[in-house]
């Protein structure tokens, strides 16, 4: 009984809102791949794909497509595994595996196949250039993070995989966002161009306040530099 009390004492607020917020995470993440049906074959009358069967084959964008819808659902996955504290203090072989396969996940095809994807980016030059510096700072900062895993500098480690994640988290962001912007009937192009550019920019900039306030908690990013 004594045990079961003191469970209810662990739960705190910050907990629940955790845990919520990565319950939320995985729905969003849900629905991101209920039109994978519609991907193999790629239907090109559907949803996202119904603007690009002119150049789908043609432009290799195709490979950019396929290397990044099979990896980055299950790296959106993984890295909520990955912020349970649990997890990470009494499973670390497993907080290992589950983050070797995050990192092979977004390195190799996640992040190269979303490079690839902003060539043909809806919304002209500004969502090609967008998509194109996500790709690259999501696979950067990966790198990082694994890097100074392998170093056993676990506090810098930490940092940039959560940096990673946060930027891989646009996905959810950007439909998010797309989604509340449609009520303010811009034209396409534009509402798609502030949800792209704010998918990541906002959380990366909240996260970095976030690190330079929280009361030494962590290190800021000045400092690691």
């Known amino acids: 009984m004594n045990s079961f009390y003191n469970s209810l004492a662990s739960i705190t607020p910050l907990r629940v809102v955790k845990w919520v917020s990565i319950g939320f995470v995985f729905w969003i993440g849900a629905l991101i791949l209920s039109p994978f049906r519609h991907y193999l074959p790629p239907d090109f009358q559907y949803g996202f794909l119904s603007n690009k069967g002119d150049f789908f084959f043609s432009s290799g964008y195709f490979i950019g497509f396929y290397l ?27 907080h290992r595996r589950i983050g070797a396969t995050y ?14 994807m902003a060539i043909k980016a809806f919304g002209g030059w500004s969502t090609t250039i967008c998509f194109g510096l996500l790709a690259l700072a999501t696979w950067w900062s990966t790198y990082i993070g694994w890097r100074a895993g392998r170093a056993c500098d676990f506090q810098r480690h930490q940092l940039w995989m959560l940096r990673s994640y946060v930027l891989l988290l646009s996905a959810v962001f950007l439909r998010l966002g797309h989604y509340a912007l449609q009520s303010l009937h811009l034209r396409p192009e534009l509402t798609y161009q502030i949800a792209a550019w704010t998918s990541w920019l906002v959380p990366w900039i909240a996260l970095e306040l976030t690190l330079v306030y929280s009361r030494g908690r962590w290190r800021s990013p000045a400092a690691q530099s």
């Open 68 to 94: 990044h819808i099979s990896a980055a659902p299950l790296a959106l996955f993984l890295g909520g595994l990955q912020l349970s504290r649990t997890i990470r203090q009494r499973y670390p072989r497993v």
């Open 103 to 116: 990192v092979l996940a977004v390195l190799f095809s996640a992040a190269p196949g979303g490079f690839i």
